[in-house]
């Protein structure tokens, strides 16, 4: 009798010391990060974009502008698609005013000037130097143009102004082709060649009446095309072509450091 209750009792201890015991350590500091958190919807907790890169596989246009570390948001992509309607408006005036013969189409050319302002200043790029160009373009093209109207002799005074133009268009051919890269809009590609074309023409010689009736026509047609589109996109799109590729938090910062 005393040697059974030893050998239960033996067979009791070991079957408790064989029961595994609980962990003190949480269970979810054994789950790997990327299968807690949601995709796409991780915060940007600290400025290294290495420690987001398995989880934000396809990040939004939002995150990558944090990630840049650039001050863009959804009242800047309105205010660029409120010049893109200027610009619209300014060609549209001048279609249909110009082949007239009326002394108002000028404007058409001062709409055009404030729309494609309006979208350089608040035009996005992840190079900092094509943004540069285009709205420094277009502030030399405008006072350019005041000056042609102002000051210049007379002579001299229409190809000034042509050229002050051409500037503008130099940035507004530029946001045209940026639309035609990164969302694959022809409407873009075909702007950014009638603009120098028209500007060219004018330069080389007497004013062609017939010629820029048609291509002002064309221009508002395009821009009614290319703000149509443009209109459609959810606020702060993905570029569609796969060929744009969003800086560093580190790139952005030596971009706006001076030399």
């Known amino acids: 009798m005393q040697n059974y209750s030893f050998r239960s009792y033996s067979s009791l201890f070991i079957c408790i010391t064989m029961i595994p015991k609980a962990d003190p350590t949480p269970a979810y500091e054994h789950q790997p990060l990327h299968t807690m958190v949601p995709r796409n919807t991780f915060p940007l907790a600290t ?16 995150e990558q502008i944090a990630m840049a570390g650039l001050a863009y948001g959804r009242r800047h992509d309105i205010s660029y698609r409120a010049g893109l ?10 279609a249909v005013l110009y082949p007239l013969g009326s002394p108002f189409y000028t404007i058409g050319i ?7 302002l309006l979208s350089g200043i608040y035009l996005l790029v ?21 000056l042609g109207w102002m000051y210049a002799p007379e002579q001299y005074a229409v190809s000034v102004i042509i050229a002050g133009i051409g500037l503008v268009c130099v940035g507004a051919g530029g946001m045209a082709g940026k639309e035609a890269y990164c969302f694959a809009y ?13 500007i060219v023409a004018n330069l080389m010689g007497k004013e062609h009446h017939i010629f820029n009736a048609l291509g002002f026509s064309a221009a508002f047609l395009l821009l009614l095309s290319l703000t149509g ?15 744009c590729v969003p800086p560093t ?8 450091t001076p030399d």
């Open 47 to 62: 400025p290294f974009p290495a420690c987001y890169k398995k989880v934000m596989s396809n990040p939004t246009l939002e």
């Open 85 to 94: 309607i200027v610009q619209m408006l300014g060609a549209a005036v001048l």
């Open 110 to 116: 001062m709409l055009f000037n404030a729309g494609a």
């Open 126 to 146: 992840w190079m900092s130097w094509v943004k540069k160009i285009i709205l420094g373009s277009i502030l030399i093209g405008i006072p350019l143009q005041v």
């Open 186 to 198: 022809r409407e873009g590609w075909t702007l950014l060649w009638l603009y120098p074309i028209l």
């Open 229 to 243: 589109k443009k209109l459609k996109q959810p606020l702060l799109s993905k570029c569609t072509t796969g060929v």
């Open 249 to 256: 938090r580190q790139q952005t910062a030596d971009d706006q």
